[in-house]
């Protein structure tokens, strides 16, 4: 199972097209290009982990959507498929912690 970049929904208008407008010393504030809502992402543990993901072979985009790993802090999140077929599920692949997304601290312009 190879996991993919994190892909965001606004939660305000549902566009994906989504930038990450700060770096991880500061914050995970985010900007809907559609609607210029800005959030701020975090994660929430699942209480599993998921063994045998590696990292993708290809570099990090720095403006695509970004969001920290709670149980290390890792910024190697990524997307997966759990054994449910659910999509959305997110995994840290330093840490292999299953994850949720949150969204905090919602401004719609």
Do not use: W
């Not at 996991?3 to 914050?27: A, F, M």
């Not at 969001?67 to 692949?93: K, R």
Request: glycine share 6%; with cysteine.
């Amino acid at each position: 199972m190879m996991p993919q970049p994190l892909v965001v929904q606004c939660p305000s208008c549902g566009s994906s097209e989504i930038t990450y407008t700060c770096e991880p010393q500061c914050c995970f504030n985010h900007l809907c290009a559609a609607c210029y809502t800005t959030f701020e992402l975090f994660t929430e543990p699942l209480g599993r982990r998921l063994t045998g993901i590696e990292k993708p072979p290809q570099e990090r985009d720095s403006l695509a959507p970004t969001v920290a790993c709670v149980q290390c802090d890792s910024l190697e999140v990524y997307m997966v498929t759990t054994q449910g077929g659910a999509p959305g599920a997110l995994v840290c692949t330093d840490c292999h912690a299953l994850l949720q997304l949150g969204f905090a601290a919602v401004e719609s312009r």
